[in-house]
C-alpha cells in the first residue's frame, strides 16, 4: 500500500507543479502585452535622450547618464522577460516576438 500512495504522491506533485508552470506562462503571454511595448519605449527614449544629451548638451552628464541606463535597464527586463517566458513554456511551444 505504501508504493502506492508513494507513486499517488508524485502523480499529483508533477499535476500540480506543471499547472502552477502553466499558469505562470499565461500570466508571463498577459503581461507581456504590456511589458514589452513599454521596456521598448523606454529602450528608444534612453538612446534619444543619450544622443540628444552626447550632442547637444554635454556638460549636463546626468541625463547623459540617464539615458543610457533608461536604454540599457529596458533592455535587461526584456531579456528577463523572455528568459522566464522561455522558461515556463510548454514542451513543443515556439515563441515568436512580434515587431
Known amino acids: 500500500m505504501r508504493r ?5 504522491a508524485v502523480v499529483a506533485g508533477k499535476a500540480v507543479l506543471g499547472t502552477v508552470k502553466y499558469s ?6 498577459l503581461v507581456g502585452r504590456v511589458l514589452v511595448p513599454l521596456t521598448s519605449l523606454a529602450v528608444a527614449g534612453g538612446i534619444l535622450l ?23 535597464g529596458g533592455i ?3 531579456l528577463i522577460y523572455h528568459a522566464a517566458l ?3 513554456a510548454p514542451e513543443g511551444v515556439v515563441i515568436v516576438s512580434e515587431l
Do not use: H, M, N
Not at 502506492?4 to 499517488?8: L, N, P
Not at 505562470?24 to 503571454?29: E, N, Q
Open 50 to 72: 543619450f544622443l540628444f544629451s552626447l550632442l547637444f548638451l554635454r556638460d549636463r552628464t546626468p541625463l547623459l547618464i540617464c539615458g543610457a541606463c533608461l536604454a540599457v
Open 76 to 78: 535587461v527586463i526584456q
Open 24 to 29: 505562470l506562462y499565461v500570466t508571463l503571454l
Open 86 to 88: 522561455r522558461l515556463v
Open 4 to 8: 502506492v500512495s508513494k507513486k499517488v
